[in-house]
């Protein structure tokens, strides 16, 4: 894995000082170079690692453990914000304080940078320092990290000719231009002279500083963004911890980059200072494919990486990552070998970036396998699709202990369930009632019907379905704790 990738910028008026930080982590995207793993509803943010953290763990600790964070501020999809909650309970022994604005849909880094300045600046101040991190990348070297955000920055220098990012070129600390990403004769020219650096997508500015500049060459994005703002505080009330962004609103705010929509523009103006870039090695990779995330691991004597259980046989330079299945090569080299419990990739290394187009092609037919795994989080835990067909559905549902599902009804299908273990407290049209392990209920279609789990440990339950259609949209929710009505 290479060491040194891309650059973040910074406002040069932002230095840190006494004055709060607050990180903001912008967690989003589809991940789709990283597919089957990677999925809509489980992006690359959610990948783990060898040592069983996620990336998105690894960068909330990045942030969380800077010195002065008052709080770390996620940027997310409303669709993954009980999954990224989760995700940080796991780690954040310190208990630094979290708050979430979630977006219902993708609109681009200014818009979502813009409404955490917004945030920020009404909680804490103009002057608060906000630390803009990606959920999906790696820093190796959290010490060196830790030192270039103590100047305002967060910057990376190139030891490669790279074609797949955009440069920053510098002078000192001084911004001179951003460049997007160059053709291969391009790219050895800029690293040959030495003035040109990875632009990272990290960021560090004041909140206020922030706001001044897109108040100044992009006030269309910040105006939308505002107005947004406004109607969602007016809807969800005084809690900040979770502001859900108003979906109407939210759709006229412009889509663009903070790169195009400010940092270009800043910098094109030529006034030295107004942003600035502080180059360092860091350990930086933002595990852009399977060949990237394969080099975290040491390989072997004949350059194989292997995660899983194989067996391989005049097999080289491949990246093997199993499931639960026994994967078996033969003369092979130069591959990447990727099993899941619903999809399989097999891809040459040299074309690592074009498993894209795989992830494309599945969205565009509505392809489940672009958006989920057989085994679906939930906020109230988790079901896995054992087996399908024909007018049936077979499930394994797991519920975390004092979790409820909705109050629910399904127009198509019945619904048969069987008490593995733990106990189940059910709502079945006007009756309540528990069922112990192996026990078991009848839910007819068009039945108003609720599942809990009022036990100390994980309630684990069989479900059949039966019908016409056994799609997950055919259901009608009438009360849900997690405001999914």
């Not at 106990?423 to 392990?437: I, P, S």
């Amino acid at each position: 894995m290479s060491q040194d990738k891309k650059v973040g910028s910074v406002f040069n008026e932002t230095r840190p000082g006494a004055r709060a930080l607050i990180p903001v982590i912008l967690c989003g995207g589809a991940g789709s170079r990283l597919w089957p793993v990677s999925r809509q509803l489980h992006p690359k943010p959610f990948i783990r690692l060898a040592d069983g953290q996620s990336l998105l763990q690894k960068a909330f600790l990045r942030g969380a453990g800077l010195p002065g964070v008052r709080e770390v501020l996620t940027v997310t999809n409303r669709d993954l914000f009980f999954k990224t909650e989760d995700a940080y309970r796991e780690v954040n022994a310190a208990r630094v304080p979290t708050c979430f604005i979630l977006e219902p849909f993708g609109r681009n880094t200014a818009a979502a940078i813009a409404a955490a300045a917004l945030s920020i600046e009404q909680r804490h101040g103009a002057d608060a320092l906000m630390l803009v991190l990606a959920a999906d990348h790696l820093i190796e070297d959290q010490p060196a990290f830790a030192r270039a955000v103590a100047r305002a920055a967060v910057g990376i220098e190139p030891d490669a000719p790279e074609t797949g990012y955009g440069y920053i070129e510098s002078e000192g600390e001084a911004v001179l231009r951003f460049v997007e990403k160059p053709a291969l004769a391009k790219a050895e020219e800029y690293l040959a002279s030495g003035k040109f650096l990875w632009n990272s997508g990290m960021f560090c500015f004041a909140a206020g500083a922030l706001l001044a500049q897109m108040e100044r060459h992009c006030p269309a994005i910040l105006a939308a963004t505002r107005h947004c703002m406004a109607r969602s505080r007016a809807a969800s009330g005084p809690d900040f911890s979770q502001l859900e962004l108003d979906g109407a609103s939210f759709a006229e705010v412009p889509d663009d980059s903070i790169d195009y929509a400010v940092m270009e523009k800043a910098a094109a103006e030529g006034a030295r200072g107004q942003v600035a870039v502080v180059p360092c090695s860091i350990g930086w990779s933002d595990i852009g494919s399977w060949t990237a995330l394969g080099d975290l691991d040491a390989p072997d004597a004949d350059g194989n990486r292997v995660q899983g259980e194989a067996l391989l046989h005049k097999t080289r330079n491949c990246t093997i990552q199993g499931d639960a299945r026994l994967i078996g090569t033969v003369g092979v080299d130069n591959l990447i070998i990727i099993d899941t419990p619903d999809a399989i990739l097999v891809a040459d290394k040299s074309c690592a970036q074009d498993v894209k187009h795989i992830y494309a092609r599945l969205q565009a037919s509505g392809h489940d396998a672009h958006r989920l795994h057989r085994t679906v989080a939930r906020p109230w835990g988790t079901y896995t699709v054992l087996e399908e067909g024909a007018g049936f559905k077979i499930k394994r549902i797991e519920v975390k202990p004092g979790a409820s599902l909705s109050l629910q009804m399904h127009h198509h299908r019945s619904e048969h369930w069987i008490v593995v273990s733990g106990m189940a407290r059910v709502v079945n049209g006007d009756n309540e009632f528990l069922v112990d392990t192996n026990e078991s209920t009848y839910i007819p279609a068009g039945h108003k019907h609720r599942l809990e789990n009022p036990g100390l440990l994980n309630l684990v339950m069989i479900e059949v379905q039966s019908g016409a259609y056994l799609g997950e949209d055919d259901i009608v929710r009438f009360e849900d704790e997690y405001g999914r009505v």
